[in-house]
């Protein structure tokens, strides 16, 4: 069972233009998301969270657009430019009380063109 | 070193080798996990370490064998592989009971042959 539904699969966005992703969970328990950023070769890379008391958080360009009652998330990156291409993964938790476990989404691969 | 580190960052095994992955986290942090990446799959969460001792496993199959001898190190011992099992394994660290930050390190490709 597949807690974190991710979509796009894939995007293809001009130089400039605003991508967008989206999670939608089923687990009324998490209470944390992170979105992920990864780079061929590398390791995925935490690029901004939220905690469901609000309903939006803008780091830079990225922002989380968080819907409780819907149980969706979203990743905004405006003003997208080629060195954001990468796939971007979104996640979720819950506070056990023990080490955080996550759900990940099965990824975006975004590519952003000049 | 800063970060996460692994070694090695390729790893082609047969089905009969025994091999170790290796990861060390410089960032002082107490829990480390152990995920499996494959193509359009999810992130696989296999092992997870909280004080050094093992806190979750998710029915991974036996000839995947963990160990953390300390808050740093972590270890995946691999034995008696199957080709299935050609992935990206990543080490992540976080701080226990912290923002559930999770740190990655690069990732170790392992193709069994």
């Known amino acids: 069972q597949q807690q974190v539904k991710q979509s796009p699969q894939s995007l293809i966005v001009q130089k400039g233009g605003i991508p967008i992703i989206n999670c939608a969970y089923e687990?009324?328990?998490?209470?944390?998301f992170p979105w992920y950023q990864q780079f061929p070769g590398k390791g995925p890379a935490l690029l901004i969270a939220?905690?469901?008391?609000?309903s939006e958080k803008k780091e830079g360009r990225f922002t989380i657009s968080f819907n409780k009652s819907a149980k969706q998330f979203s990743l905004h990156i405006m003003d997208s430019q080629p060195g954001d291409s990468a796939t971007y993964f979104c996640?979720?938790?819950?506070?056990?009380?023990?080490?955080?476990?996550?759900?990940f989404g099965t990824g975006t691969r975004l590519q952003v063109t000049l | 070193e800063t970060g996460v580190t692994q070694t090695p960052r390729h790893l082609v095994m047969g089905m009969t080798n025994k091999k170790s992955l290796k990861c060390e986290q410089h960032?002082?942090?107490?829990?480390m996990y152990w995920y499996k990446q494959s193509a359009k799959k999810p992130l696989e969460l296999m092992f997870v370490?909280?004080?050094?001792?093992?806190?979750e496993n998710n029915s991974v199959p036996s000839r995947f064998s963990p160990e953390c001898p300390n808050s740093s190190h972590l270890f995946l011992h691999l034995h008696t592989l199957q080709p299935e099992d050609s992935a990206l394994y990543l080490c992540?660290?976080?701080?226990?009971?912290?923002?559930?930050?999770?740190?990655f390190g690069p990732g170790t490709r392992l193709t069994v042959l």
């Open positions: 992540a660290s976080s701080q226990e009971l912290g923002p559930n930050e999770q740190f």
């Open positions: 687990n009324t328990a998490f209470d944390y």
């Open positions: 939220i905690r469901p008391d609000v």
């Open positions: 996640a979720a938790s819950s506070n056990t009380g023990t080490a955080s476990k996550l759900t």
């Open positions: 960032l002082g942090h107490n829990a």
């Open positions: 370490y909280s004080l050094e001792e093992r806190v």
